[in-house]
């Protein structure tokens, strides 16, 4: 059996490593030169412990290759990019296109699978698609097991934790959308193969809103404790000791305020939602504009900050603790903590530090030559204001001692 995964991103590339380390054959499809090169070096173009060792493992045993234009197979796995256009609306141009790729070289027999996060009804515009470039092939009917189709297909989302990619992709629980029972059998069999928790058979349509269900879940209820750090602001209680205390009831269990939501998933897929369905998803759509609006709060608290201090900006330094989306990982997609440090670094303070142990390069965004990228310690020491934007492990183990006398800003309530 050959499976090819189309995307070589943070979902295509552990998965093909995965499949090749249980001797499966894969052919790894993407558009990018470069990361197809890396690959076939054995190397990896993205940060994920462990997978490293697995590519390259998979490379040299010549169970992965990396190609940039789809190649027949038995299997089609799809890991592409849905990120969301000015509007909210889903863009699922890059799915559009990796589909009309694969259609070309399909073949009676052949499992397509989605795995891509996307909105309901998805799977079955991605048959249209390949219906389009393949009139001589039949494709299953939404619902109808008794239809015998040439193409069987499946959605199947992602549901792995960054950070912990390869071990979530074998130890979580599986979701199998088909698009008739057969499909899903068919996908339940391949995933089988690595997936050692349960793999649970649904139709497309569920599997689709599932996914985006999770999401918008675990949005909800941050957005829950963003609120509630907005309310203890104002009533001048700590948010941290309270929630401790309500989460000591059996049936509570908040989670942490923060300085808003970031990462390309929670703060992407509950739009996919309120996108399909304005006038319900009430509570979905509130919750993002809560998350979103948290910066904002924290800007403000940098702005009570120099004002508590007495003077003006441009005697003061500052510095922000964290960039990444969240703990002790590089990741600076959609990162509030990086919008909030370009933020103050256009504000003209007399130096603005950056502390960033993940990264070594100022990201781009900082225009300013008063903007550097140093250590914790001497950030801390140097700086008047210190606005802590990501609970990192450093930052967690710092001596306290070295905050006094300094305004500090807590967005992650380690220190408090
Ligand atoms: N955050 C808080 N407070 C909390 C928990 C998280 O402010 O109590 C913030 C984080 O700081 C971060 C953001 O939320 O900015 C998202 O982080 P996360 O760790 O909750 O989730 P992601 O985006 O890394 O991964 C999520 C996961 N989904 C769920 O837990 C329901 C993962 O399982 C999905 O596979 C992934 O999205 C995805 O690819 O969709």
């Known amino acids: 059996m050959i499976v090819s995964i189309v995307g070589l991103g943070y979902i295509g590339l552990p998965t093909a490593a995965i499949l090749a380390s249980k001797r499966v054959k894969v052919v790894g499809v993407d558009v990018n030169q470069h990361a197809v090169d890396i690959i076939n070096q054995g190397k990896i173009h993205i940060v994920e412990p462990e997978l490293d060792i697995l590519v390259h493992k998979a490379i040299q045993n010549n169970y992965l290759k990396a190609v ?19 509007n909210y609306e889903p863009d699922l141009s890059y799915i559009k296109s990796a589909t009309k790729a694969i259609a070309t070289v399909l073949e009676v027999g052949n499992l397509v699978i989605l795995e891509s996060t996307s909105p309901v009804g998805t799977t079955e515009k991605m048959m249209e698609w390949m219906r389009e470039e393949r009139p001589d092939l039949s494709f299953p009917r939404f619902g109808d097991d008794k239809f015998r189709a040439d193409i069987a297909v499946t959605y199947c ?9 390869v071990r979530e992709l074998v130890e979580n629980v ?58 203890c602001d104002k009533l001048d209680i700590n948010v ?16 942490q305020p923060g300085p808003g939501v970031g ?23 509130m919750a993002r504009l809560v998350n979103d609006s948290k910066p904002i709060f924290v800007l403000n608290k940098v702005n009570q900050a120099v004002q508590a201090i007495g003077k003006d900006k441009s005697e003061l330094s500052i510095a922000c603790l964290g960039l990444a989306f969240k703990p002790d990982i590089d990741d600076l997609r959609e990162s509030p903590a990086l919008g909030i440090a370009q933020k103050i670094g256009s504000i003209s303070f007399s130096s603005i530090f950056l502390v ?14 008063n903007i550097e990228l140093i250590g914790l310690e001497r950030a801390v020491k140097s700086a008047d204001i210190i606005v802590l934007l990501v609970d990192h492990a450093s930052f967690k183990s710092m001596d306290l001692s070295l905050l006094s006398g300094k305004q500090v800003i807590d967005t992650r309530g380690i220190w408090s």
């Not at 989302?157 to 990619?165: A, K, S």
């Not at 057969?182 to 139709?203: H, P």
Request: aromatic share 8%; net charge negative; charged share 25%.
């Open 356 to 369: 960033e142990p993940n990264i070594d390069h100022i990201p781009n965004g900082f225009d300013s030559d």
């Open 157 to 165: 989302p992602e549901r792995v934790l960054p950070g912990q990619v």
């Open 68 to 86: 940039t234009k789809p190649e027949k197979a038995d299997v089609f796995m799809m890991a592409v990019p849905t990120p969301f256009k000015d």
């Open 240 to 255: 941290w000791e309270l929630i401790k205390l309500a989460n000591r009831h059996p049936r509570v269990n908040i989670l």
């Open 174 to 231: 599986r979701i199998i959308g088909g698009v008739s029972t057969q499909c899903a059998e068919r996908a339940r069999e391949l995933y089988k193969i690595f997936v050692e928790a349960d793999c649970l058979i649904t139709d497309c349509r569920t599997a689709e809103l599932s996914k985006l269900v999770e999401n918008s879940f675990r949005d909800v209820n941050i957005a829950f404790a963003n609120e509630l750090s907005l309310i």
């Open 263 to 285: 990462g390309h998933c929670i703060a992407v897929d509950p739009w996919f939602i309120v996108n399909s369905t304005p006038d319900e998803a009430k509570l979905i759509r």
